[in-house]
């Protein structure tokens, strides 16, 4: 699966099921453009871009507690 990001708080990630094809996750509204989301409200484009993201975030927090540690 491809995140590709798109707008601000948006993020294109590709289809597994139909080539080519995109949809449209937006991390601010948690929504995802296909099918799935719609019938269920959760998709794996939606969970998968919220991994991606968490994951980030959490990079970006474990900084400056090292530095911290560093310093001493
Ligand atoms: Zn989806």
């Given at each position: ?22 949809h449209i996750v937006d991390m601010r ?11 269920r409200g959760t998709c794996r484009h ?13 990079r970006l927090r474990s900084r400056p ?8």
């Amino acid at each position: 699966m491809k995140i590709t990001p798109h707008d601000l708080g948006t993020f294109l990630v590709s289809s597994r099921s139909r080539r080519g094809q995109y949809h449209i996750v937006d991390m601010r509204e948690a929504t995802c453009s296909c099918e799935a989301f719609a019938t269920r409200g959760t998709c794996r484009h939606l969970r998968a871009v919220l991994l991606t993201k968490t994951n980030l975030a959490e990079r970006l927090r474990s900084r400056p507690a090292m530095t911290v540690a560093l310093i001493a």
